[in-house]
Each structure stands twice: as C-alpha cells, then as structure tokens.
Antibody
C-alpha cells in the first residue's frame, strides 16, 4: 500500500521558520518527480515546489521563491520543505505528492497544517 | 506558467444524470489530470494523460480532449461524487491547477 505521511506542521509567528517532512512507503521513490502543494483556507490547490528526479530540476512557485527549499533523502524515502521567513499568506494545508507516471502527481499525503499568525 | 481555466465553477446535478466539466489550458499539453476532493480529504487522482483512469476509479468517469481543450464526464452522477473537481497539467513545469468545480446534488 502506498503511503505518504506529512509531519512538522504547526502554529508559527510571521518571520519564523518551519520544516515539513514527508515519509513515503510502498512506492518507487527515486523516479519521476516529488512535489509540495498547498491549499489555503477555502481555496484551491497551489503547487509550491517540485523536484524532478529524472532531470534534477528544482522549481518553486514565485510566491515562495527564495524563502522555501525542497529537498529529499533517498535513504529515508523522505521529502522535506524548509520554509523560512513565513508570512500570514503561507497559512495552508501542505500536501506532499509524487508522480506515479510522468506529469501525473498521483500520490498525495493527508496534509500538514501550517498556521502563520502572531 | 500554463494557465488552467475550468468551467463551470459550480454544478448542480440530479442523481443519475450526466455531468461535464471543461478545462482549458493556455498551452498545448498531453499530461492532463483530473482530481476529486471531498470535504476534509486529500485530492484523489482520477485520470492521467487526458483519458486514462486510475485503478479503482469507476468507469462512469471518463476524460477526453486534446491540445488545450479537455473534459471530464460523469455518465451517471452518484451521491458519493459530490465535492470539488480539479484539473491539473503536468506537461510543463511548474505544474498548475484549475480553480476547481464544485459538484452538488440537486
């Protein structure tokens, strides 16, 4: 069974940092791409960051570029999102995801809630 | 970035009747995906590469289209189909999503 489990969410003050983790099991970790996607309160889905395992390309949404860093640990089958200089507008449920086919983003975790507030 | 535009943004359908959702992209693509999200749940992947159903997805769901014009069709809506449907393109980085279409039962 494929499982993606996020952790590390919480309440944080503006300007502070937080690191999300995503442990994956039941899938082939090092192929296609890994992603972070967020969903703000009563909002749609926003792709935040991605790591293309085939090309090595890393990309970020403009809204988080320079503040967030995506990384992975293949030995632990884990994906991370380091979030610095957090803002109120970063408040969202953060999902980790993985492509099962190129361009597919088929697998999703249950989400980690990040609340940025003073 | 590729802009994905869904229509309608809300849909009210009688049980057993068909429903269709449109998704248009600002660039041509082949990796067009559809998701279904129920309240309080993660998005569930339904369809990849325009028309390929995921394992376990009922055959009343079908995807069609090409280029920049795509459609998700539910042949006979059931009560469990309520929620929000999103299209997403994975042909061009960054991946981008449509705004979502809320399906309700009339």
């Amino acid at each position: 069974e494929v499982q993606l489990v996020e952790s590390g969410g919480g309440l944080v003050q503006p300007g502070r940092s937080l690191r999300l983790s995503c442990a994956m099991s039941g899938l082939t970790f090092d192929v296609y791409a890994l992603h972070w996607v967020r969903q703000g309160p009563a909002k749609g889905l926003e792709w935040v960051a991605g790591l293309n395992l085939d090309s090595g390309r890393i990309d970020y949404a403009d809204s988080v570029k320079g503040r967030f860093t995506i990384s992975r640990d293949s030995a632990k089958n884990s994906l991370y999102l380091q979030m610095n200089s957090l803002r109120d507008e970063d408040t969202a449920l953060y999902y980790c995801g993985k492509d099962a086919t190129p361009g597919g983003l088929e697998y999703w975790g249950q989400g980690a809630l990040v609340i940025v507030s003073s | 970035d590729v802009v994905m535009t869904q229509s309608p943004l809300s849909l009210s359908v009688t049980l057993g009747q068909p429903a269709s959702i449109s998704c248009r992209s600002s660039q041509s693509l082949v990796h067009l995906n559809w998701f279904h999200q129920r309240p309080g749940q993660s998005p569930r992947h339904l369809i990849y590469r325009v028309s390929h159903r995921d394992s376990g997805v009922p055959d009343r769901f079908s995807g069609s289209g090409s280029g920049s014009d795509f459609t998700l069709t539910i042949s006979r809506v059931e009560a469990e189909d309520v929620g929000i449907y999103f299209c997403m393109q994975g042909s061009h980085w960054p991946y981008t999503f449509g705004q979502g279409t809320k399906l309700e039962i009339k």
